[in-house]
Nanobody, 124 residues
Framework: VQLQASGGGLVQAGGSRRLSCAAS????????MGWFRQGPGKEREIVAA????????YYARSVKGRFTISRDNAKNTVYLQMNSLKFEDTAVYYC??????????????????WGQGTLVTVSS
């Protein structure tokens, strides 16, 4: 499956941004999805994850209550709604897909497919 992330840009602290990740090449619905981010000089870390059926979600502690992951299988797209953005949310955001088994995947090593990344810059 090919993934195309979009929606990044410059946003003021306290603002909102919605990222999208469009999938193509294979049937999207069986894939569990994740959003990761990599800030300057930092390791890539998980932000949020959602199962293929959208029955389960996971959020990193740093974004819980501010970010929401969702998916629209009819549109082959997964979203990351980011509210109350902070300077420390500045990063390149990546979407990822894994289809081996329906469950949440938390580690970047577990994902087989990656999008190219979209940069979110939060100005303080």
């Amino acid at each position: 499956v090919q993934l195309q992330a979009s929606g990044g840009g410059l946003v003021q602290a306290g603002g909102s941004r919605r990222l999208s990740c469009a999938a193509s090449g294979r049937i999207f619905s069986p894939y569990n999805m994740g959003w990761f981010r990599q800030g300057p000089g930092k390791e890539r870390e998980i932000v949020a994850a959602i199962t293929a059926s959208a029955g389960k979600t996971y959020y990193a502690r740093s974004v819980k209550g501010r970010f929401t992951i969702s998916r629209d299988n009819a549109k082959n797209t997964v979203y990351l709604q980011m509210n109350s953005l902070k300077f420390e949310d500045t990063a390149v955001y990546y979407c990822a897909a894994e289809g081996r088994r329906v469950r949440l995947y938390y580690r970047k090593e577990e994902y087989s497919f990656w999008g190219q990344g979209t940069l979110v810059t939060v100005s303080s």
